[in-house]
């Protein structure tokens, strides 16, 4: 199994740009997470899916953050507009069961 | 303030010395309580899960404990390896409350 796949693994965009991250889950697995890692707030839960439905987005920052999972193989991660404080490296990670597992991440910079 | 803290924020040891990282946590009750290595350019991969009746668990090298009554949980890496040197968090799964995590340097 190729793990859970994340794209772009980094992305450099001006402030205003509209940003979209990709989540390829683990295959058979029925709940996706979202995640944002930065030096000062550490790993903070975003949003998560299960069976592609949105079940808690309330670590959502802003109405400029949006997420959504159009099928069990799938889910996006959208900013816009997007903002320099928004630089981060993003987490996606899948689970069935309560194990979760990583996928590699996406550096975010915002100039 | 974050409702689970962890200590100490950086340690590094010796190739083959042992060493106990400690989170304590406010959050209560909780679902289940974690342990993560991240390693520097990557995402966390997960060491123990214990629920909340849980006293220890071990994987390998890693064993977590767990005091509910203290609210304290520990990760003690015993014979540790340079490739032990990563990130540890400690995860405390109710509504999924991260410690900042403590960095391991393992030197030769």
């Known amino acids: 199994d190729a793990g859970v796949i994340q794209s772009p693994r980094h992305e450099v965009t001006e402030m205003g740009q509209e940003v979209t991250l990709r989540c390829k889950p683990i295959?058979?697995?029925?709940?996706l997470f979202w995640y944002r890692q930065t030096m000062m707030r550490g790993l903070e839960l975003l949003i998560y899916f299960n069976n592609n439905v949105p079940i808690d987005d309330s670590g959502m920052p802003e109405d400029r953050f949006s997420a959504k999972m159009p099928n069990a193989s799938f889910s996006t991660l959208k900013i816009q507009p997007s903002e320099p404080r928004d630089s981060a490296v993003y987490f996606c990670?899948?689970?069935?069961?309560?194990?979760?597992?990583f996928g590699p991440g996406t550096r975010l910079t915002v100039t | 303030k974050n409702q689970v803290e962890q200590s100490p924020q950086s340690l590094i040891i010796l190739e083959g010395k042992n060493c106990t990282l400690q989170c304590n946590y406010t959050v209560s009750p909780f679902s289940n309580l974690r342990w993560y290595k991240q390693d520097t350019g990557r995402g966390p991969v997960s060491l123990t899960i214990?629920?909340?009746?849980?006293n220890t668990k071990s994987n390998g090298r890693y064993t977590a404990t767990l005091d509910a009554d203290t609210k304290q949980s520990s990760l003690h890496i015993t014979a540790s390896q340079l490739s032990d040197s990563a990130s540890y968090i400690c995860?405390?799964?109710?509504?999924?409350?991260f410690g900042a995590g403590t960095r391991l340097t393992v030197k030769p």
């Open positions: 295959s058979g697995h029925n709940s």
């Open positions: 990670a899948s689970s069935y069961g309560p194990e979760q597992y």
């Open positions: 995860v405390v799964h109710n509504d999924m409350r």
């Open positions: 214990m629920t909340f009746s849980e």
